[in-house]
């Protein structure tokens, strides 16, 4: 007798659960100008999903465009602004975004505050650092290796939107430059949206000496030298490059600790 009336008031219960008032439990709206839609009572748990899906490294997981502090006019605001609005224009974008700049001005900070952005609108993104992309598909020639090539590769191909970190940074043998066009001429094919993020640049900037932070002779190899001509006239159809500059956010994080250490 008991079980029957719990088994009533759970019936009961679920009878007179909250049904979202827009789509009445079936998960989809019908907007009167954008016709049928995924309603925003679902968004949350599917951001949910496509967020633990995204491979963005713990150690940016917080990055945000809110926390991207620049001051107004530089090219650190030009980029913010450049970002911002591919969010805000997604899909009706048809390129995606080069940022180019020396290390620790924020390249991967605002390439990962894009795609979460873009997640909370519902959209599937995927980050990828390019040298660890190469080491799994490297692993995946091993005989004993649990996992192939075409695995590793699914969800950068079939990602809305993916974010290649750190491109040229990986020694540049024939297998890197080939495998690199492989990967990013199949998005290119397939007009997918990809964000790059790269430490050079298309002049080749002066080699710095770190004891006195001057120009030495020489300088550093141009993004064309590391990935190719082939490869790089592939990106300017595929993006709009920004160029970054400023001070090593790590360098100055750094300084600043030892300061308050020293007191």
């Not at 660890?132 to 090539?149: C, F, G, M």
């Amino acid at each position: 007798m008991i079980e029957s009336t719990e088994s009533n008031t759970n019936a009961l219960d679920s009878n007179t659960a909250e049904v979202c008032k827009d789509c009445f439990g079936t998960g989809t709206k019908v907007d009167p100008v954008k016709g049928a839609m995924v309603c925003p009572c679902q968004r949350v748990d599917r951001s949910k999903k496509l967020l633990a899906n995204s491979r963005i490294p713990p150690r940016y997981a917080q990055c945000s465009f809110k926390n991207f502090k620049v001051e107004s006019g530089t090219s650190l605001d030009n980029a913010l602004s450049f970002s911002r609005t591919l969010v805000d224009d997604y899909p009706a974008v048809d390129r995606g975004l080069l940022f180019m700049g020396p290390a620790g001005v924020g390249k991967t900070h605002l390439a990962v505050s894009i795609i979460r952005g873009l997640i909370e609108k519902g959209f599937p993104c995927v980050f990828s650092e390019s040298g660890s992309l190469l080491k799994e598909i490297q692993d995946s020639y091993n005989p004993i290796s649990k996992t192939s090539e075409l695995k590793v590769l699914a969800p950068v191909y079939s990602a809305d939107v993916l974010v290649l970190d750190e491109l040229g940074a990986t020694v540049p043998t024939d297998w890197v430059r080939d495998t690199m066009y492989q990967i990013i001429n199949k998005r290119y094919n397939d007009n997918k949206l990809t964000i790059f993020t790269t430490n050079y640049t298309d002049e080749g900037r002066p080699i710095i000496d770190p004891s006195t932070s001057k120009p030495t002779v020489g300088r550093e190899q141009k993004l064309e030298e590391r990935i190719t001509s082939r490869l790089r006239s592939r990106l300017n159809e595929m993006c709009t490059t920004v160029m970054m500059s400023g001070e090593d956010y790590r360098t100055h994080m750094g300084r600043r600790r030892f300061d308050i250490a020293r007191g």
